[in-house]
C-alpha cells in the first residue's frame, strides 16, 4: 500500500512537472480533397530549375548542372479552395514579384538513399502550386554570391490547392501544365519535360536528408516566369487535376 502510494505520488509530481509551452503555434496543414482529414506539413522543398528551358532563361546549362534544393518555411503556405479566387499579398521590399506553376508531391513515407525504383512508393498525393518570388532579391543575394533565401522564403510564398491522393489520381508524370495573368498564357509546357522526374527528385533528396511523412516537395517551374502587380489574377492548370486561382492584393 505505501509503495503503491508513493509510486502514485511520484507520477502526479512527474506529470506536473512536464514541460507545457509558453504559447500555441498552430499546426500548418493543407486539406485533402473529398475527406475531412487534413496533410500535416513538416518541410517544403522545392528543385530548383528542373525544366531545361527555365534553367537556360536563367542563365544556367541543363545539361550539366545536377538538381538542387532549397526550403520554405512551412508557415509560407497558402491554401486555395477549389472553385475560388483567393487574395494573393503582394509581399514586403520587393518590387520585382514572380510567378512560379510547379506539381506538388506530398510524401505518407521516407527515409535515407531511397532508390528511384522505390521513390513514388513514399508519396501520398499531389497537389498544384506556386512557388512565387521576390526576383529581385533572389538575383541581388546571388549576385553578391550570398544565400538567396529571402527571394524564396517569405509569407505566403507556397501557394498550393489541396492534394489530390494517389488512390484517385494515380502519379503524374506527364499531362500539360500551364499558367495564365489576366487570361493571357504565360507558361505553358508537360511534366514529361522534367530534367528530373518526382521518384529521381525524392532519392536524390534522401541522400541529403532524411524524408519523413509530411514532407512536399515542389518539382519544378517551366519557362516564362515573370512578373506580376496588383490586381493581376493568376489561373494555373495541370492535367488531371482542378484549377488553382489566385488575385494579387
Known sequence: MALTGAATSIGRAEAQAAPKPIFAVPAVTIPIAGQAEVFPVRRIYCIGRNYAAHAIE?????TREPPFFFQKPTDAIQNVAVGT????????????????????????????????????????????????????????MASEKKPWEIGKSFDHAAVLGPIHPVAKVGHLAKGAISLAVNGTIR?????????????????????????????????????????????????CKLEGLPDMSIRIV
Open 85 to 140: 479566387v483567393a487574395d494573393h499579398p503582394y509581399p514586403l521590399l520587393t518590387k520585382n514579384y514572380h510567378h512560379e506553376v510547379e506539381l506538388v508531391a506530398a510524401l505518407k513515407s521516407g527515409g535515407t538513399n531511397i532508390a528511384p525504383e522505390q521513390a513514388l512508393d513514399h508519396v501520398y498525393g499531389y497537389a498544384l502550386g506556386l512557388d512565387m518570388t521576390r526576383r529581385d532579391l533572389q538575383n541581388g
Open 187 to 235: 507558361q505553358n509546357s508537360d511534366l514529361d519535360r522534367m530534367t528530373w522526374s518526382v521518384a529521381e527528385q525524392i532519392a536524390k533528396l534522401s541522400e541529403a536528408f532524411e524524408l519523413k511523412a509530411g514532407d512536399i516537395i515542389y518539382s519544378g517551374t517551366p519557362e516564362n516566369v515573370g512578373p506580376v502587380v496588383k490586381g493581376d489574377v493568376l489561373l
Open 58 to 62: 536563367r542563365g544556367s546549362d541543363p
